[in-house]
């Protein structure tokens, strides 16, 4: 939907209620015009997904689009496989934090969104708690997929207790029951959401993301995440 009009995405996404947006890419629409799109609606966008490249040369000129924009976050949302080791994870962790270091000069927030993968060991140990050992917090904070959490047999819960104020945000979608473990929308799976958004304010929570990456009519899927977290109380 996006690649064929940016401008009517904004408008339906904003006609099903919401009010903030994360971004995966402008496809090729100048950032200002972008943030008019955003006015126009009534939408926000808090943050934007960058990949690890974006971190070198062209940093710098990503931090100006995220102030362009108002967003508080870029965040990061994948690390090659051939990173994928104790000693790749020490060199990730220290880009996070010299590339989070600058951010913070500019207004900036870096944050990193998981997958599944960062719980399988390195050299005996988690990846995802060397990120979160090895990253100063004001470097890094964490967008926490619960899907992907779940998918590699986590309890969120476990890791917002331990790392408080840590997770800045969610990316909010279901998992069916196993062995197919399905993406679902939100409300629609096993996932209890009043306890992972009750323990959202320890967890540090500031911005929850609807997605659903498998959704056969993406503005169906996100009206019905919508009219369920609306209807939560917690």
């Not at 808090?46 to 974006?54: E, G, L, R, T, Y």
Request: some cysteine; aromatic content about 10%; charged content about 25%.
């Amino acid at each position: 939907m996006m690649k064929k009009s940016v401008s009517r995405t904004l408008t339906a996404v904003a006609k099903s209620g919401y009010k903030e947006v994360e971004f995966a890419g402008y496809f090729n629409k100048p950032v200002a015009e972008v943030k008019k799109m955003l006015d126009d609606n009534g939408l926000v966008s808090p943050s934007a997904n960058v990949a690890m490249s974006d971190l070198g040369p062209m940093w710098e000129a990503f931090l100006e689009d995220a102030n362009t924009l108002g967003q508080q976050y870029l965040t990061v949302t994948w690390i090659d496989a051939a990173e994928r080791t104790l000693d790749g994870y020490k060199r990730v962790a220290a880009r996070f934090n010299a590339a989070g270091a600058r951010a913070r000069r500019e207004g900036v927030q870096l944050a990193y969104h998981n997958s599944s993968y960062e719980w399988m060991p390195a050299s005996g140990r988690i990846p995802y708690q060397i990120l979160l050992d090895e990253c100063d917090p004001q470097n890094l904070a964490m967008e926490a997929d619960i899907y992907w959490m779940r998918q590699a047999k986590q309890d969120p819960l476990i890791w917002f207790a331990k790392y408080p104020g840590r997770f800045h945000m969610l990316h909010a979608k279901d998992i069916g029951p196993p062995p197919g473990s399905a993406m679902l929308d939100v409300g629609k799976g096993t996932l209890d959401w009043r306890s992972l958004l009750s323990q959202g304010t320890r967890a540090g929570v500031k911005h929850v993301f609807v997605e659903n990456e498998k959704a056969r009519d993406p503005i169906a899927s996100i009206r019905s995440s919508y009219r369920y977290l609306r209807g939560l109380r917690y």
